[in-house]
Structure formats: C-alpha cells, structure tokens
T-cell receptor
Framework: KAGVTQTPRYLIKTRGQQVTLSCSPISGHRSVSWYQQTPGQGLQFLFEYFSETQRNKGNFPGRFSGRQFSNSRSEMNVSTLELGDSALYLC?????????????FGPGTRLTVT | KNQVEQSPQSLIILEGKNCTLQCNYTVSPFSNLRWYKQDTGRGPVSLTIMTFSENTKSNGRYTATLDADTKQSSLHITASQLSDSASYICVVSEMNDYKLSFGAGTTVTVRA
C-alpha cells in the first residue's frame, strides 16, 4: 500500500495570507489527524477527522481549520498567517483512530511564514 | 493535565555503543505507549507499541520496556549505527480517548 502523502512538501507564505495543506491517507484508513511540530513545542495535536466529521480538536485558535472528504482525503487551512505558524505540519492516518490503532505519519509540509 | 517527560533531551554516542532513553508519564487511565523515530525533516515512524500488560517489546536493535506501575518506559538501542541518529519520541494514549500525549523527544547523535 502507498503511504500517507502530503502536498505541498514546502511552502513559503507571507504574514496575513492563508494556506491550505493536503493529506491523502493510506487506502482504507478513515481517520486523519493533523499535528504541528516546532522545535520549541514538539508535536502538538491540531484535530482529527473521521468519516468527514471532526472528532477531536486540540488547543489551537480558530484560524486553524480542516475538513475531510468522502474519500478520506483531508485538507487543513490556516488563515491570517502569523510568523509563529512557521512549522512542520504532519498528517497521520489510521484505520479508525482511537487509542488502540497505529498511526502512520506522512512526510510533512514545511511551512515558512515571512 | 497528562504529561510525558523524556530524558535526556539529547545525547551523543559512538557508533557501536548502546544507549537508553527514558520516558516518564502521568497519563491515566493508561492505554498504550508508543515509541517513534523521526529522522530530520521526515514524519515519525513507529518503533513499538505496548499496552499495560506488556513489559518488553523489541524491534530489531530497539528494545522498549514498560513499567505501568511506576509509569516509566525506556528505549534501549543496541550496537548503534549512524542511521540511528534521529529524534525519538514517546507517545502515551489514554484509555477510551483518542488524544495522544507527546513527549518533547530525545535527539540521538551517533558519531563514527
């Protein structure tokens, strides 16, 4: 099976702009989670989608949003970008989510806000 | 608040030597603990997953141990190789809840 894919891999945006990141999960996986990773904060959970519904959400402002399509592909959107949004954004998929299922991570999208 | 603390923050070892990374957690009720390896610029890759009933699990030269009573886990790397240079992240999940608690990671550098 193909792994989790994320596009684009690298992105440079200007403060105030918005950005959309895409994630294609492993075939058959219905849960997609998004994480932000920065050197100072480590991995932080953004949200999880399962069957097109947001099932869990982390402690991020409303500028961060996402959605999941019927084919389980997911997008994450960040509006009004701030310098602090510069990070590696990781997507992970699993069969059903939850505490017992293995998560498989994509390579990430490196976002730089200038 | 559930927490996962890893130590040391970083370490340098010579190729061929062994090392042990530590993970202490306060997550309760505990479901499982995972160790991930993350190479620079890449997504984390799972090394082991252990439930509360498992004490030891191995994946090649990586051996994880778990003491659910003291809420401690360790990851032992045997006969280190240059390719072991990476960040190792401990992740703990709470029973009946999706959210995962992540440690800050230990950066391992293996030198020839």
């Amino acid at each position: 099976k193909a792994g989790v894919t994320q596009t684009p891999r690298y992105l440079i945006k200007t403060r105030g702009q918005q950005v959309t990141l895409s994630c294609s999960p492993i075939s058959g996986h219905r849960s997609v989670s998004w994480y932000q990773q920065t050197p100072g904060q480590g991995l932080q959970f953004l949200f999880e989608y399962f069957s097109e519904t947001q099932r869990n959400k982390g402690n991020f402002p409303g500028r961060f949003s996402g959605r999941q399509f019927s084919n389980s592909r997911s997008e994450m959107n960040v509006s009004t970008l701030e310098l602090g949004d510069s990070a590696l954004y990781l997507c992970a998929s699993s069969e059903s989510g939850g505490a017992y299922y293995e998560q498989y991570f994509g390579p990430g999208t490196r976002l730089t806000v200038t | 608040k559930n927490q996962v603390e890893q130590s040391p923050q970083s370490l340098i070892i010579l190729e061929g030597k062994n090392c042990t990374l530590q993970c202490n957690y306060t997550v309760s009720p505990f479901s499982n603990l995972r160790w991930y390896k993350q190479d620079t610029g890449r997504g984390p890759v799972s090394l082991t997953i252990m439930t509360f009933s498992e004490n030891t699990k191995s994946n090649g030269r990586y051996t994880a141990t778990l003491d659910a009573d003291t809420k401690q886990s360790s990851l032992h790397i045997t006969a280190s190789q240059l390719s072991d240079s990476a960040s190792y992240i401990c992740v703990v999940s709470e029973m009946n809840d999706y959210k995962l608690s992540f440690g800050a990671g230990t950066t391992v550098t293996v030198r020839a």
